[in-house]
Nanobody, 116 residues
Framework: QVQPVESGGGLVQPGGSLRLSCVTS?????????MNWYRQAPGKERELVAS???????TLADSVKGRFSISRDNAKNMVYLQMTSLKPEDTAVYYC?????????WGQGTQVTVSS
């Protein structure tokens, strides 16, 4: 069973940085998976923040371009979301998602709160 597990969330001041990590367990060929970071703020729909393909092509939402980056380490089954210049509107639960064919696996989420 494919199971992503996120870590690294917390409370940070505006302008600060955080790095989220996600390890995906299971008998999988991790490098073949598209890995995504989503977020969901209270009262809002879940939105795609960043994506990295099996060939390391990355996509970022317009709202985070220039501030966030996504990377992966296939040897460790890890994907990372580096977040800089954080804003209060970045406050949300961040979810790691692993996708390949019919597989669409989600982590439990990690809270990121940006507040002074």
């Amino acid at each position: 069973q494919v199971q992503p597990v996120e870590s690294g969330g917390g409370l940070v001041q505006p302008g600060g940085s955080l790095r989220l990590s996600c390890v995906t367990s299971g008998r999988i060929i991790f490098r073949a998976y598209v890995m995504n970071w989503y977020r969901q703020a209270p009262g809002k729909e879940r939105e795609l923040v960043a994506s990295i393909s099996s060939s390391d092509t990355t996509t970022l939402a317009d709202s985070v371009k220039g501030r966030f980056s996504i990377s992966r380490d296939n040897a460790k089954n890890m994907v990372y979301l580096q977040m800089t210049s954080l804003k209060p509107e970045d406050t949300a639960v961040y979810y790691c998602n692993a996708r390949l064919g019919l597989v669409n696996a989600w982590g439990q989420g990690t809270q990121v709160t940006v507040s002074s």
